[in-house]
């Protein structure tokens, strides 16, 4: 269990949308763990975004500097989170000289999710001018014919 973290809301209602990305961008660039977009309603009905920001607790200045920055927001809330998290193994495959990394998330030592990065199936899928649907499930077959 990990339990040096803190999450920070803030509402915001009155922010150009075009601003949430690079905000997500820096947030993320700054070291936060996560950082995501909610769509709410506040009161009188107004449509805003609830931002969500999970970090170390000793980033809490450094993330409140980029969110007074980059938002409309005059405020916004904190609290300690506690997770739990699978252990994590990385490893990587080559297909048709594209390297694709793979995460493997263990639980009590048992496997329980592998993952491909996005990143590299999209470079990949665009080079081999195939669907990322149809790579990916070339390479989940190449990942079971090597077990």
Same mark, same amino acid.
């Given at each position: 269990?990990?339990?040096?973290?803190?999450?920070?809301?803030?509402?915001? +209602?009155?922010?150009?949308?075009?601003? *949430?990305?690079? #905000?997500? +961008?820096? %947030?993320?660039?700054?070291?936060?763990?996560?950082? =995501?977009?909610?769509?709410?309603?506040?009161?009188?009905?107004?449509?805003?975004?609830?931002?969500?920001?999970?970090g170390? @607790?000793? /980033?809490?200045?450094? %993330?409140?500097?980029?969110?007074?920055?980059?938002?409309? @927001?005059?405020?916004?809330?904190?609290?300690?989170?506690?997770?739990?998290?699978?252990?994590?193994?990385?490893?990587? %495959?080559?297909?048709?000289?594209?390297v694709?990394?793979?995460?493997?998330? *263990?639980?009590?030592?048992?496997?329980?999710?592998?993952?491909?990065? *996005?990143?590299?199936?999209?470079?990949?899928?665009?080079? #081999? /001018?195939?669907?990322?649907?149809?790579?990916?499930?070339?390479? =989940?077959?190449?990942?079971?014919? +090597?077990?």
């Amino acid at each position: 269990m990990e339990t040096d973290l803190i999450q920070i809301e803030a509402n915001i +209602d009155n922010m150009n949308p075009e601003f *949430y990305g690079p #905000l997500l +961008d820096v %947030l993320l660039q700054a070291g936060a763990n996560d950082a =995501w977009l909610t769509p709410i309603i506040m009161k009188k009905g107004r449509p805003a975004i609830l931002l969500s920001v999970l970090g170390a @607790t000793n /980033q809490l200045n450094e %993330l409140s500097d980029i969110i007074f920055q980059n938002t409309t @927001t005059i405020g916004f809330r904190y609290y300690p989170v506690n997770r739990v998290i699978c252990d994590r193994e990385f490893s990587e %495959l080559t297909y048709e000289g594209h390297v694709i990394h793979i995460k493997r998330a *263990y639980h009590k030592g048992r496997l329980v999710n592998t993952s491909l990065e *996005y990143e590299d199936l999209y470079k990949a899928s665009k080079a #081999l /001018q195939i669907s990322l649907k149809e790579l990916q499930q070339r390479i =989940w077959h190449q990942l079971q014919q +090597d077990m």
